[in-house]
Each structure stands twice: as structure tokens, then as C-alpha cells.
């Protein structure tokens, strides 16, 4: 899995976003590639601090249980996975719009790196540390990447 704070591996993700095309198709999910993509920006905002959801009743029956197994396990996320309804993104159409502004919140993650990321809790995982953070959004990037053909 990419490191977003190595330079390399970001640019390799940021290649991912950009290869997805108008006519992308789900392979399996109910978003399209915009929405998908407006939805991934959603949770780098949470990476990077700039969105801050309370923690969810069953992130803190269950985050930390699953924590060590979903982040720090070396498996890809599953398809069909329930997705947070607070980072499902209504209506977005315009895919370059939303390919350019999730690139640039890659790119922001890797330049605040690890000591920018956030004190707060993860609003299901609960604290994270640095590289926790990193694992979790590459692999989340990998998961919408994938669903799409990138």
C-alpha cells in the first residue's frame, strides 16, 4: 500500500484520481465515480482536520476492536462496505471538479505529514496515530479507486 506521506506514493495515487474517466462504472457499490470521489475528499477532510463529526455510538462500541484489524491489517478494504452516511456526498456531477479538489487534498495530506495530523479522534476508529492515519486513507483511496477501474 502507497504511503500518502511519501512523495512517490502519493503521486501515484494522485495518477489513480486522474485516470478515472467520464465513463467510469461502479464495479460494485451504489455511487458514481463523482460522488465516490466527493466522498473520499470528505474523509481526507477528517484526516487533515479540517472536518471534525462526533464519534458514531458504534465507532466507540466498536472502533477499537476493529481498529487493529482494518488499519493495521495488511487485507484491502471489502467491497460493499457500509459507508458513514455523514461522508456520503449528495448529487456531485461534475467528475473533473471533484477529481481536482480530491487531488489537492491528497497533496495537502502528504505536506502537513505525519505531525499534522489531527489530535481529535477518527469519528468510528477513534485515536489514531500518524501512520494509522496514513494506512487508513490509502487504504480507503485504494478501496474507491479500485471500485472504479484505477
Known amino acids: 500500500m502507497d504511503s500518502l506521506f ?7 495515487v494522485v495518477e489513480r484520481i486522474r485516470a478515472i474517466s467520464p465513463d467510469a462504472r461502479a ?6 465515480a463523482p460522488q465516490a470521489l466527493a466522498h473520499c ?4 477532510d477528517v484526516a487533515v482536520g479540517r472536518a471534525t463529526p462526533k464519534r458514531s455510538f458504534i465507532g466507540l462500541l466498536l472502533g477499537g476492536i476493529f481498529r487493529s484489524k482494518i488499519i493495521d491489517g495488511p487485507d484491502p478494504f471489502r467491497p460493499n462496505q457500509p459507508t458513514d452516511p455523514r461522508l456520503v456526498v449528495a448529487d456531485p456531477d461534475r467528475l473533473e471538479d471533484e477529481k481536482s479538489a480530491l487531488v489537492a487534498s491528497v497533496q ?10 489531527p489530535d481529535g ?19 480507503h483511496l485504494d478501496h474507491h479507486l479500485r471500485q472504479f477501474g484505477a
Request: no cysteine.
Open 121 to 139: 479522534p477518527h469519528p468510528f476508529f477513534g485515536k489514531l496515530r500518524p501512520d494509522q492515519w496514513d494506512r487508513l486513507m490509502s487504504k
Open 108 to 117: 495537502r495530506f502528504r505536506e502537513l505529514g505525519p505531525d499534522g495530523m
Open 41 to 44: 475528499r470528505a474523509a481526507m
Open 27 to 32: 464495479e460494485w457499490g451504489k455511487m458514481s
Open 6 to 12: 511519501d512523495a512517490r506514493g502519493n503521486g501515484r
